[in-house]
């Protein structure tokens, strides 16, 4: 298991940036696939972007295409989400998970342990 903590969350107006981070402890973060979900309200928990261990590969929800870009720092277990020109609709509780499988993945049900969230507010 991974333990995983969001940070980075806030209030934002739309066009403007935010970047989450995602500190993991508990087992070789190069070892596992880290992906970023959010739930935005009255809906489902829906993937994000995702990236493989060593960082070479990354996935993209399309609406967060060209605006948001994950990225990861093995040397400091950390995980990275920059996200820019942002929108109301993009207004959720996001967070960080771990998958130790062998392959990168966007299935929310393929991920072995999650953080706690960070809300993330775009006003218009």
């Known amino acids: 298991q991974v333990q995983l903590v969001e940070s980075g969350g806030g209030l934002v107006q739309a066009g403007g940036s935010l970047r989450l981070s995602c500190a993991a402890s508990g087992r070789t973060f190069s070892l596992v696939h880290m992906g970023w979900f959010r739930r935005a309200p009255g809906k489902e928990r829906e993937f994000v972007a995702a990236?493989?261990?060593?960082?070479?590969?990354?996935y993209y929800t399309d609406s967060v295409k060209g605006r948001f870009t994950i990225s990861r720092d093995n040397a400091k277990s950390m995980v990275y989400l920059r996200m820019s020109s942002l929108k109301p609709e993009d207004t959720a509780i996001y967070y960080c998970?771990?998958?130790?499988?062998?392959?990168?993945?966007?299935?929310?049900?393929?991920?072995?342990?999650w953080g706690q969230g960070t809300q993330v507010t775009v006003s218009s």
């Open positions: 990236i493989d261990r060593i960082g070479g590969i990354t």
């Open positions: 998970a771990a998958r130790a499988g062998p392959f990168i993945d966007y299935y929310r049900d393929n991920y072995d342990s």
